[in-house]
C-alpha cells in the first residue's frame, strides 16, 4: 500500500525549519528516505527500524512511530542544497516495500 | 568505481517497438530492482531480482520483462511499446538479498518516450 506524504509542496527561506510527513495503512517494518533533486537519481538518506528510533545526519532527521505507522523528516536550518523531491519508503511486516508520491521542497535565499 | 549504470539515458520510440533498457553495477550487491517514474505517482516497481537467476514482479510489470543476465546485469525489455509507457526508468541496487530492504543506489535513469 503506497504511502501517504505531507505536503505535497513546501516553500522555505534560507534557515527554516521544516517537516515532512508519511504514513501508512499498513504495519511497518522500516521506513527509508530518499531525496531526489531535478534531473537526477534519488540518493539514499537514512533508514528507521521499527523500535521507535530516531536517526539523524547534521541538520536532517527522522523519527519513525511504530503504532502509528508514520514517520517524519525534519530539516533545520535549511539550505539551498536541500531543495529537492523527498520520498519516503515503507517497507511492511509482510516485506512489501513502497515509495511515497513525494514532496517537493524548495529553498529560496 | 561507476556505480549503477543505465542505458541510454534518452530514447524514442514508435508505439510497437521494442527495446531493452541495460543496467550494471559494480557494487557486487545482490538484489537490483527497476523502477518507473511517473509525475505525480513516485517510484513503482516493475520487476526486481533478490539474487542472480530470480526475478520477480512488482506492482507494474505488465509489458515489460526483465533478465537477471549475471549477478552485475539486470536488463528490461518492452516487447511492443506503448505510449502508456512514457516515463523516467530507474534501475537500483541494493546489497540486501530481498528479506528485508537495504539501502539502494539508483542510476541515473532512462528517459523513455513513446510516440
Known amino acids: 500500500q503506497q504511502p501517504v506524504q505531507s505536503p505535497q509542496a513546501v516553500i522555505l527561506r534560507e534557515g527554516e525549519d521544516a517537516v515532512i510527513n508519511c504514513s501508512s495503512s499498513?504495519?511497518?517494518?522500516?521506513v527509508h528516505w530518499y531525496r531526489q533533486k531535478h534531473g537526477e537519481a534519488p540518493v539514499f538518506l537514512m533508514i528507521?527500524?521499527?523500535?521507535?528510533e530516531q536517526k539523524g545526519h547534521e541538520k536532517i532527521s527522522a523519527s519513525f512511530n511504530e503504532k502509528k505507522q508514520q514517520s517524519s523528516l525534519y530539516l533545520t536550518a535549511s539550505q539551498l542544497s536541500y531543495s529537492g523531491t523527498y520520498f519516503c519508503g515503507t517497507e511492511e511486516t509482510g516485506n512489501q516495500f513502497y515509495f511515497g508520491t513525494g514532496t517537493s521542497l524548495t529553498v529560496i535565499p | 568505481n561507476a556505480g549503477v549504470t543505465q542505458t541510454p539515458k534518452f530514447q524514442v520510440l514508435k508505439t510497437g517497438q521494442s527495446m531493452t533498457l541495460q543496467c550494471a553495477q559494480d557494487m557486487n550487491h545482490n538484489s537490483m530492482y527497476w523502477y518507473r517514474q511517473d509525475p505525480g505517482m513516485g517510484l513503482r516497481l516493475i520487476y526486481y531480482s533478490a539474487s542472480e537467476g530470480t526475478t520477480d514482479k512488482g506492482e507494474v510489470p505488465n509489458g515489460y520483462n526483465v533478465s537477471r543476465l549475471n549477478k552485475r546485469e539486470f536488463s528490461l525489455r518492452l516487447e511492443s511499446a506503448a505510449p502508456s509507457q512514457t516515463s523516467v526508468y530507474f534501475c537500483?541496487?541494493?546489497?540486501?538479498?530481498?528479506?528485508?530492504?537495504?539501502?539502494?543506489?539508483f542510476g541515473q535513469g532512462t528517459r523513455l518516450t513513446v510516440v
Open positions: 499498513k504495519a511497518l517494518y522500516s
Open positions: 537500483a541496487s541494493s546489497a540486501g538479498t530481498g528479506v528485508r530492504r537495504t539501502e539502494a543506489f
Open positions: 528507521l527500524l521499527k523500535g521507535g
